[in-house]
């Protein structure tokens, strides 16, 4: 069973800190995903990975970073967080680029006051 | 790029009912084409995924089509339980490549 997990679950930061949501997965991906959840918007993606120690700019990168430090990890990092950026936060990786089956974490949710 | 649009945003229906969810998609080179579902406080977990030609996928309880003409998605319960309520995504993904495209999601709530 494929396993994709995130930390933390849930989190509350402040205007203009920093903000690392960490995901690891078990899968032997090479891509990994992040993507945000707003309500209406179905899910965007905001920064890819294909293989270690390289990132990728998605649809909407605009005030995060990404981090692949091994084929495992995969971080999603806001240096100044703001409140527009108060969502839920999936990781995903995918078995072979070429179908597209993710496979999802359970998610972080990330409220920024 | 590729769009998709999915409706409707809410359907409500009771036990027993049958439910359409519908997604149109832009992109007549798409070629991989799933629907995931998404319980509350949790991820998304694969329903179904259906690949290339026009084809009829069942599963326990639903049925998917594809309409590759229309360029046309939908996942249809036949007899909603309460516990099909949760919200449902379809996604699209061409040839080649690394995206994965979504539709905005449908919540789906059946009541006894």
């Known amino acids: 069973e494929a396993a994709v997990t995130q930390s933390p679950r849930s989190k509350v930061a402040v205007t203009g800190g920093k903000v690392t949501l960490s995901c690891h997965q078990t899968?032997?991906?090479?891509?990994m995903y992040w993507y945000r959840q707003d309500t209406g918007h179905g899910l965007r993606l905001i920064h890819y990975s294909y293989v270690a120690d390289s990132t990728e700019k998605g649809d909407i990168p605009d005030g995060y970073k990404a981090s692949r430090p091994s084929q495992e990890n995969f971080s999603l990092i806001l240096e100044l967080a703001s409140l527009s950026q108060t969502a839920v936060y999936f990781c995903?990786?995918?078995?072979?680029?070429?179908?597209?089956?993710?496979?999802f974490g359970e998610g972080s949710k990330l409220t920024v006051l | 790029g590729e769009q998709v649009e999915q409706r409707p945003p809410h359907l409500s229906v009771r036990e027993g009912d049958s439910a359409v969810i519908i997604c149109t998609y832009t992109?007549?080179?798409?070629?991989?084409f799933f629907w995931y579902k998404q319980e509350p406080g949790a991820g998304l977990q694969l329903l179904m995924k259906v690949f290339s030609s026009t084809e009829i996928n069942e599963g326990q309880g639903f049925t998917v089509l594809l309409n590759k003409k229309d360029k046309q998605l939908s996942l249809n319960l036949t007899a909603a339980h309460p516990g099909d309520s949760a919200v449902y995504f379809c996604a699209v993904k061409g040839t080649g490549g690394y995206k994965v495209v979504f539709g905005s999601g449908t919540r789906l709530l059946v009541s006894p």
């Open positions: 899968n032997n991906h090479d891509y």
């Open positions: 995903a990786s995918i078995d072979r680029a070429d179908t597209g089956q993710l496979y």
């Open positions: 992109d007549p080179n798409s070629y991989y």
